[in-house]
């Protein structure tokens, strides 16, 4: 059965194409009893309108994208919604699709949605020179970085000043007298990884500790499975040698390593204290509520999706900007001061 064409709705509601038209993009302008005469018709055949036609024919779709770094994350669903939030109150969809770290997938992705002449595209991305990109610009189509490097100048940017974030973890656990502390975390080939790890040793050096106080345990992923597994690389070292607390690149880092711990009997937090990252909703559930440092994940997304609705209405007026958030330390049962072990243990 062929599908029901416009013509089609036309001809049974005995109306013109343009007045089937005009209901579909504008029914302000036809009289009630005709625009339900022809909505009726569009219900009787069942018509659907083809949007990418539309689209092309307008030149403009109204879909917006984000292509995100890993959809198993809870931080990237949530930058999700206060984009979608944006999208909604603009009369506009949201697309979104996960990489899963891998540039290949990421770079397909792009590959298809150049085609689809979407309204704009968000990014958090694994390659943020893809030529693809660079192309999504040439046919004005915005793209807004958000999460990744804010020193841009061809781009908007909306992230979390990482550097920062790092240090207010790490400085947090050297104020509650820790000393050796492992950073667990990586590839540091991800920018937001690299600049936390950063602001780790930062805040170790302003604390006047040797570089070799921060223990740095590289992971394959950012996930659950690599925090459990650097949890058990922990408890075999040495009891000497083994750091007192760990902050994490991430909050699912941290939570697999808070599981790993509490099933090998760790007291928690007088033999291991744990900072995250990100401040997922999990952190504050966990079984022991996360200390953690906080993204302001829908705001981060609605403000990206902000800046990228405004440079697909202002064209060639647009200016790029740059927002950068302050992160927050949320603190937590999942970190003590080791003052407070001592008199737990003389208690
Ligand atoms: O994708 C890894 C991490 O980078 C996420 O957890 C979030 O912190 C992002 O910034």
């Known amino acids: 059965m062929e599908t029901p064409s416009v013509r089609d709705v036309a001809r049974r509601a005995k109306v013109s194409l343009g ?17 339900a005469r022809v909505l009726q018709a569009i219900e009787d055949l069942g ?3 083809n949007e990418s036609a539309r689209s092309l024919r307008s030149g403009g779709s109204r879909l917006i994208a984000y292509l995100m770094l890993d959809q198993t994350n809870p931080f990237f669903a949530d930058l999700g919604r206060g984009m979608e939030d944006v999208a909604r109150r603009h009369g506009l969809g949201l697309i979104l699709c996960s990489s899963d770290h891998d540039a290949a997938r990421e770079d397909d992705y792009l ?5 689809q002449r979407i309204h704009g595209l968000l990014i958090t991305a694994v390659n943020y ?9 040439r046919h004005r189509v ?12 061809d781009r908007c940017t909306v992230s979390v000043d990482d550097v920062e974030g790092g240090d207010l973890a790490a400085s947090h656990l050297v104020e509650q007298g820790h000393r050796k502390i492992a950073f667990v975390g990586g590839p540091t080939s991800i920018p937001q990884v690299a600049d936390r790890l950063q602001g780790a040793r930062n805040g170790l050096a302003a604390a006047g500790l040797d570089p070799d106080a921060l223990v740095v345990m590289g992971t394959d992923e950012l996930n ?8 058990a690389r922990l408890l075999g070292m040495p009891a000497r040698r083994r750091p007192t607390a760990a902050f994490c690149a991430n909050d699912l880092l941290a939570l697999g390593l808070l599981q790993e711990m509490t099933l090998r009997g760790v007291t928690l937090p007088a033999e291991m204290s744990i900072v ?64 407070a072990r001592l008199r737990a243990r003389t208690g």
């Open 276 to 339: 995250g990252y990100d401040d997922i909703d999990f952190a504050a559930a966990a079984a022991i509520p996360l200390t953690s440092v906080r993204q302001p994940r829908r705001l981060l997304g609605s403000t990206a999706a902000e800046l990228l609705i405004d440079e697909a209405q202002t064209g060639d007026d647009h200016r790029h900007r740059h927002i950068q958030f302050p992160p927050e330390l949320i603190v937590r049962a999942s970190t003590q001061a080791r003052g």
């Open 129 to 137: 020179d893809n030529p693809r990109l660079a192309l999504m610009s």
């Open 142 to 153: 915005p793209v807004v970085f958000v999460d990744g490097p804010g020193d841009r100048t």
């Open 19 to 35: 007045t089937v038209s005009n209901v579909l993009n504008r029914p302000e302008l036809v009289r009630p009893h005709t625009r």
């Open 111 to 115: 590959s298809m949605l150049v085609e």
């Open 224 to 231: 659950v499975a690599e925090g459990r597994r650097a949890g």
């Open 47 to 49: 018509f659907v309108r």
